[in-house]
């Protein structure tokens, strides 16, 4: 048996964020004074999510999400 997966549209303010983060990553908030390579940034109405940027590596890491709504 094979599961489908249905993402509400707050769901899919996160998958459209991230999109948006692979392609411009320092597009976000310095979460850390003197560390641009941690961010945070928004998504939907009520979303806020941590990451990291690994430029040479070319990955960003989504390690904490907030989400009120």
């Known amino acids: ?19 948006d983060l692979l392609e411009e990553p320092w597009d976000a908030q310095v979460l850390y004074p003197g560390r641009t390579d941690y961010r945070q940034t928004t998504f939907g109405d009520y979303g806020l999510l941590h ?18 709504g």
Do not use: G, P
């Not at 249905?6 to 964020?17: F, I, K, N, Q, T």
């Open 1 to 19: 048996m094979s599961y489908r997966a249905v993402l509400s549209s707050s769901a899919l303010a996160l998958v459209e964020r991230t999109a």
């Open 51 to 68: 990451f990291h940027v690994d430029a040479e590596a070319e990955l960003i890491t989504i390690y904490e999400l907030v989400w009120a």
